[in-house]
Nanobody, 123 residues
Framework: QVQLVESGGGLVQAGGSLSVSCAASGRTFSNYAMGWFRQAPGKEREFVGAISWGGTSTMYADSVKGRFTISRDNAKNTVYLQMNSLKPEDTAVYYC????????????????WGQGTQVTVSS
């Protein structure tokens, strides 16, 4: 099983940018497609986007399309989520997840999860 650790969350003003990272260990990282999800208080976990094994394909939720970018560096076993033009409604705990399959929007289909990192966008 691959182990995942997110980092880079924090507090940012609306309209600002923030990048979060997810470092993987334990298994061959390039064998996994990676997803990003978020969960706000009192809400269900929401798909943000995903990236294929080699990074050549990405997909995004409509709510973040054009503002968020997912990338990965398989040499560093790391996937990134660059968030621009942030809005207060982007406030949530952000999770990375790994799956042998791509593309997947359903969180229950991902086999490994990080612990999450808090992103707070102030108005």
């Amino acid at each position: 099983q691959v182990q995942l650790v997110e980092s880079g969350g924090g507090l940012v003003q609306a309209g600002g940018s923030l990048s979060v990272s997810c470092a993987a260990s334990g298994r061959t990282f390039s064998n996994y497609a990676m997803g990003w999800f978020r969960q706000a208080p009192g809400k269900e976990r929401e798909f943000v986007g995903a990236i294929s094994w080699g990074g050549t394909s990405t997909m995004y939720a409509d709510s973040v399309k054009g503002r968020f970018t997912i990338s990965r560096d398989n040499a560093k076993n790391t996937v990134y989520l660059q968030m621009n033009s942030l809005k207060p409604e982007d406030t949530a705990v952000y999770y990375c997840a790994a799956s042998p399959n791509y593309p997947l929007k359903l969180h229950r289909l991902y086999s490994a999860w990080g612990q999450g990192t808090q992103v707070t966008v102030s108005s």
